[in-house]
């Protein structure tokens, strides 16, 4: 069984900072992509940030230039760095990733997600 444990989430005043983090366990073959979404109330789930197993990422444009998605593969994890939070980016976020995974019936991959962490930005 794979499992995603998000950590980090919390209550901000607009222009600070919070670190997100990720941490993928079981018996996992190897991690592909991994992600960062949010949802806001009243709103659907959004891509935030992605990065590949190499590395390469990609942001929403709501956060370039503030966020920061990095990942290290030897622990199985994910972070993101926000930096200049505005109100707009209070929402729930949840981490996403692509794991191939090992059980008695061999090799399979599939979509896993976090229970969500939430961010709160306010004075």
């Known amino acids: 069984q794979v499992q995603l444990m998000e950590s980090g989430g919390g209550l901000v005043q607009p222009g600070g900072s919070l670190r997100l983090s990720c941490a993928a366990s079981?018996?996992?073959?190897?991690?592909?992509?991994m992600a960062w979404y949010r949802q806001a109330p009243g709103k659907e789930r959004d891509l935030v940030a992605a990065?590949?197993?190499?590395?390469?990422?990609n942001y929403a444009d709501s956060v370039k230039g503030r966020f920061t998605i990095s990942r290290d593969n030897a622990k199985n994890t994910v972070s993101l760095q926000m930096n200049s939070l505005k109100p707009e980016d209070t929402a729930i976020y949840y981490c996403?990733?692509?794991?191939?995974?090992?059980?008695?019936?061999?090799?399979?991959?599939?979509?896993?997600w976090g229970q969500g962490t939430q961010v709160t930005v306010s004075s």
């Open positions: 990065i590949t197993s190499g590395g390469s990422t």
């Open positions: 079981g018996s996992i073959g190897s991690i592909n992509a």
């Open positions: 996403n990733a692509d794991i191939s995974f090992i059980n008695s019936l061999g090799l399979h991959r599939g979509d896993f």
